[in-house]
């Protein structure tokens, strides 16, 4: 078996890349895996089969290859040893040879700016951060926006957006919306590296001056059309009435929504930082007047403006599976639980460290109170989610942000059962076996992350270290110094 195994991986580890069909499937594992999550399907699928039938002749094509082939060999590999694998290092070291030589081209022409290029610039990036190479991914994240910059991609190429112009030399639909995915692409991966702060990031929402993505059908079969930009309801100011559709979000899809909760949580992560370094002269949390509840008020718009088929329901996850988006399904609504759980941190100051922490009069204690409930509550969505994801396979849990999601929504479940909650409380046992439930599902998806994410194990390790504590009803309060004491900042290369 092991032989047999071996044998299939060996075109995957080679530093040639394979041919023929085998070259076909390594691809289609891209595509069908890597390419639906977060903001990457900016590649064209049939104009990139079409110039592959044909042979790619320059450097620029030959990069781009290579990465793509990068990372469908992990997912190829995942497919031959299985979920399960015990020995994780054939997918491991799956493509890696690729991903060397796709940096390569583009590292000997530094200073050659392209779409293509900067496309193998953010595939680089997150080749580097799944691998746990944290330092070449942030070197990379930095050549990808300044890249961006350079082809001015931030703006559209022109308002005739639905391409009527007869003008032969104007680009084509599907390089003008590949362009549109690319800046987008680029905002969340600056987002990202950058942890959300203003200081650390060099992309502002208001100088991305384009309409958000179009969905994959309208993307597929080169169709243009009107979306909205990232103000709900508006889209761009110079369109004239004639072209701008009765609803411009019909023509959006998973990737404009995921893109909106990215700037919830950049806006989030902006309110808390203020509040705790106290410079904002806001008014306190719980009036109705405040920041944290407009913020909070915006999650809840988010959530009602969801189309039905971005909801998370029995219907929608086979619709999913079948398309291959069930994993951007997923990650768009663990990263909107998450988003809470950023906002509510402030109820939790002691766990998430925060240097000032709120003086809560007695009379706002309910506030209080029922924010650290709804942090728990969110905490435990994210658990639900990943526990019915994991049952479909390993490769529905494979963006890089969900090990960090699984580690914050761990520590907030067990914080809240043995710090927060009153031991009096009718339902207290039974709220405690929960938690323990959902942490110990959690620890089963990281494990099966393991595959594709060195940092999963570290993370695994750590959560089983708690529960091992939190078991011991002795030894609470070691448990509580051991969740107070270990953060994302002592994780190597925690991002968020």
């Known amino acids: 078996m092991f032989r047999s195994q071996m044998d299939k991986l060996g075109m995957l580890v ?16 891209y595509f069908a895996n890597l390419h639906p999550l977060r903001c990457f399907a900016f590649v064209h699928k049939p104009t990139f089969m079409r110039q592959l039938d044909k042979g790619l002749t ?12 990068a990372h469908g060999a992990k997912f190829h590999a995942l497919s031959v040893v299985g979920d399960h694998a015990s ?5 491991s070291a ?13 590292l000997a022409n530094f200073g050659k700016i392209s779409v293509q290029r900067l496309m193998t610039a953010i595939l680089l990036h997150e080749f580097h951060f799944r691998h746990g190479e944290y330092s070449q991914a942030l070197m990379m994240s930095g050549l990808a926006v300044r890249m961006a910059h350079a082809l001015k991609i931030n703006s559209e190429h022109s308002p005739d957006i639905m391409c009527s112009d007869a003008d032969e030399a104007a680009p084509s639909v599907v390089s003008r919306e590949s362009r549109r995915r690319l800046m987008w692409s680029c905002y969340i991966l600056d987002a990202w590296a950058g942890s959300g702060i203003d200081q650390l990031t060099l992309l502002r929402e208001n100088d991305i001056k384009i ?21 709900v309801g508006h889209v761009l100011q110079f369109l004239p009435p004639s072209v701008v559709p009765r609803r411009p979000a019909e023509n959006m899809g998973i990737m404009a929504y ?7 949580w950049k806006k989030i992560v902006r309110y808390v930082n203020r509040l705790d370094s106290r410079i904002d002269a806001s008014p306190p949390p719980w009036l109705p007047e405040s920041d944290f509840a407009g913020l909070d008020a915006d999650l809840r718009l988010w959530r009602r403006e969801l189309p039905d088929f971005v909801e998370y329901s029995a219907e929608t996850i086979y619709a999913r599976l079948d398309s291959n988006q069930l994993g951007a399904l997923v990650l768009i609504h663990c990263t909107y639980h998450h988003n809470y759980l950023e906002l509510y941190k402030l109820s939790m100051p002691d766990l998430f460290k925060l240097s000032k922490p709120l003086s809560i009069p007695p009379e706002h204690q309910e506030f209080f109170q029922a924010a650290q409930a709804n942090c728990y509550h969110h905490a435990q969505q994210i658990a639900d989610i990943l526990a019915e994801a994991a049952d479909h396979g390993a490769r529905l849990l494979s963006d890089s942000l969900l090990p960090y999601f699984v580690y914050d929504s761990s520590r907030v479940m067990l914080y809240y059962v043995a710090r927060l909650l009153d031991p009096n409380r009718l339902d207290a046992q039974d709220k405690v076996r929960d938690a323990i439930n959902a942490v110990e599902s959690n620890n089963r998806v990281l494990r099966m992350m393991v595959a594709l994410f060195p940092i999963a194990q570290s993370l695994s390790t750590t959560i089983e270290r708690w529960l091992f504590k939190l078991k011991q009803a002795t030894n609470r309060e070691d ?3 051991r969740l107070q004491s270990e953060s994302r900042a002592d994780i190597p290369g925690a991002v968020l």
């Open 14 to 29: 080679s530093p040639s890349l394979p041919g023929g069909r085998n070259l076909r499937r390594v691809v289609d594992q």
């Open 58 to 69: 320059t450097d620029d094509e030959s990069a781009l290859l290579h990465i793509v082939c």
């Open 87 to 91: 020995d994780t290092s054939l997918i």
């Open 94 to 106: 799956a493509g890696n040879q690729w991903a060397k030589r796709a940096e390569y081209l583009l």
């Open 211 to 231: 309409q958000l993505p179009c969905n994959e059908r309208n993307f597929g079969l080169r169709i243009p059309c009107v979306t909205e930009t990232l103000g």
């Open 258 to 264: 995921y893109i909106r909760i990215v700037t919830l």
């Open 479 to 481: 448990l509580l110094s």
